[in-house]
Structures are given as structure tokens and as C-alpha cells.
């Protein structure tokens, strides 16, 4: 009777531990994240569209970077744009650091009628817009004092250049829409998200500029982001 006890209780303690190395679906959502960051990101680079050219040729001057896989956007008068992604920063080492999560929020209202799903990068040019983004929430334009500009067809499209610009957004996507600006949205923490990927509860400034916390899953977005 003790054997089958013990048995018992060997076997419930192994399925407990077990599933305790099971990733949670806020983890598992993180790593897709991560995985498709860093998938657009290599296709941004390798893209032979003209305005990819500029994204190649800006990049090394990038101070922080934005990346926002299907970032989705749709609506009638009223329309409605968001998405998950990840923002990482450069060091005074010229490397990239651990990213942080955030949800980009946006709304406007006017003549727009479609929808779209549409990849979105943005180079982040000054440690000013880096630190407006991670020590504040408000939007993008108007509450950080940040000057933003956009290539390609997806947000807005537009032939600006980075002079005196803070952000600069590129894009890919399918579908149409008419309207809107990033100007308008704002990016908020994602604390959930987070901490599920470090296990531990860390602010988007440890994360991001102090590297207190480090995941091996970030890695190979990190390597492809430094790859010239």
C-alpha cells in the first residue's frame, strides 16, 4: 500500500513539474511575436522594392527600432488600427539590446473605407523618440513631440526624408485604405507579455536600455538585426 502511495505521488509531482516547463499561452503568444519580428524584419532588408531602399540605407543611423507584424487596420468613417510588436534599442556598444513588448493603438475618423493588414517598421533616429516611447504613452506625434514620416503604401505613403525626422515608418501590406496617421497612435506597454517572456515582472526601461533581464529566444532577432 505505501509502494502504491509513493508511486502515486511520484508520478502526480513528475506531471506537475512537467507542466510547469509547459509555456504559457501569453509566452507562446511573446515568441510568435518574436518569431515573426524577426521574419519581417529579414524580409524588409531583402526586399527589392524602391522604397526598401531607403530602409537599407537609413537603418544603420537607427537609434531604436519598432517592429509591428500584422499590424491590422480596417473600418467605415470610424476606423480602428492595432497590432502587437516589439521595440529594441541600441547601445553606447553600437549592439542591440533585449526588445519589449508594446500594442500599437490607433484611431481616426473621416473618408476611409477598406482594410489592410500591413507589416510595419519603424526607425527610430534620436535617443529622445527612444526614451518619449518607453517612459511615456501618450501618441506618437502630438503628446511626445516627435516628428514622424512614412514610406511605402501600407501606413502612408509618402517620399519624405529623415531630415529633423524622429521616426521614420516603413511598411508592407495588402489590401487598401484611405486616411489615418501613425501621428495619431500611441504605443502601450505590453506588461503581460513581458513578463511572461522573462519570467519576471521588469519595466520596459530595464528591459530596453538597462538589459536587467535577457531571453535566448530574443537572440535571433538580435543577430538579424545586427547583421549589416
Request: aromatic share 6%.
Amino acid at each position: 500500500m505505501y509502494k502504491r502511495f509513493l508511486m502515486v505521488m511520484v508520478l502526480t509531482l513528475s506531471v506537475a513539474g512537467c507542466a510547469e516547463l509547459q509555456p504559457t499561452p501569453d509566452d507562446q503568444q511573446a515568441q510568435h511575436i518574436i518569431a515573426s519580428a524577426q521574419s519581417i524584419f529579414q524580409s524588409f532588408k531583402a526586399s527589392t522594392e524602391k522604397p526598401m531602399d531607403n530602409f537599407r540605407a537609413m537603418l544603420p543611423k537607427a537609434q531604436g527600432i519598432v517592429i509591428l507584424p500584422g499590424l491590422l487596420k480596417g473600418g467605415f468613417i470610424v476606423a480602428a488600427e492595432g497590432g502587437n510588436g516589439v521595440m529594441l534599442a541600441k547601445g553606447l556598444n553600437g549592439t542591440w539590446g533585449q526588445p519589449g513588448f508594446y500594442f500599437l493603438a490607433a484611431g481616426s475618423v473621416g473618408l476611409q473605407m477598406g482594410g489592410q493588414a500591413t507589416d510595419v517598421v519603424m526607425l527610430l533616429f534620436s535617443q529622445k523618440a527612444v526614451a518619449s516611447i518607453i517612459h511615456n504613452q501618450g501618441k506618437l506625434g502630438a503628446d511626445l513631440g516627435l516628428i514622424i514620416g512614412t514610406i511605402g503604401g501600407g501606413v502612408e505613403a509618402s517620399t519624405t526624408t529623415n531630415i529633423g525626422t524622429d521616426i521614420m515608418a516603413f511598411s508592407q501590406g495588402i489590401g487598401a485604405f484611405a486616411g489615418g496617421s501613425l501621428e495619431a497612435a500611441a504605443l502601450i506597454r505590453r506588461n503581460d507579455l513581458n513578463e511572461a517572456f522573462y519570467g519576471q515582472i521588469a519595466t520596459p526601461d530595464e528591459i530596453i536600455l538597462q538589459g536587467q533581464v535577457q531571453s535566448p529566444a530574443a537572440d535571433g532577432l538580435r543577430a538579424a538585426l545586427s547583421k549589416p
